[in-house]
């Protein structure tokens, strides 16, 4: 939340939010370029538009996701942008819906994508930042 904040003070104007982005059925490579950030919820990745992302921004959710609909939201990345994927996790997470432990190793990572880099995150204790390149 604090991102948002942040984002809507540089960005007067640009940051569509959730309680808007959500009533909006079909988010073309139009409509997306009419704001400059979009705030969405998991389940609207099924509104995007094939191939009308350049990067796809994920910070903190996917260990709170069921396990399919973590499946669905990676396999529907791939479909949405042939750019990059960018990921801010907890190195491990217990998925209390799935009881699970969540890590990079379990993300169902899809066939072609290359890793761009990996890191621990420098301002959280336990949290990694990742990027990949779609094919």
């Given amino acids: 939340m604090l991102l948002i904040c942040w984002l809507n003070r540089v960005l007067p104007g640009e940051v569509v939010p959730y309680g808007e982005s959500?009533?909006?059925?079909?988010?073309?490579?139009?409509?997306?370029?009419?704001?400059?950030?979009w705030t969405l919820g998991a389940q609207q990745i099924e509104c995007i538009a094939e191939k009308c992302a350049d990067a796809f921004v994920n910070t903190h959710s996917f260990a709170e996701m069921p396990?399919?609909?973590m499946d669905n939201y990676f396999s529907r990345v791939n479909r949405i942008t042939s750019g990059v994927l960018y990921s801010k996790q907890r190195e491990v997470e217990r998925n209390v819906i799935d009881n699970v432990e969540v890590t990079l190793d379990t993300y169902p990572v899809q066939p072609g994508w290359r890793l761009l880099f990996y890191e621990t995150s420098t301002?959280?204790?336990?949290?990694?930042e990742a990027a990949y390149a779609m094919p």
């Fill in 22 to 37: 959500r009533r909006i059925s079909r988010l073309t490579r139009d409509v997306l370029a009419s704001r400059s950030v």
């Fill in 123 to 128: 301002l959280y204790e336990g949290c990694f």
């Fill in 67 to 69: 396990k399919r609909v």
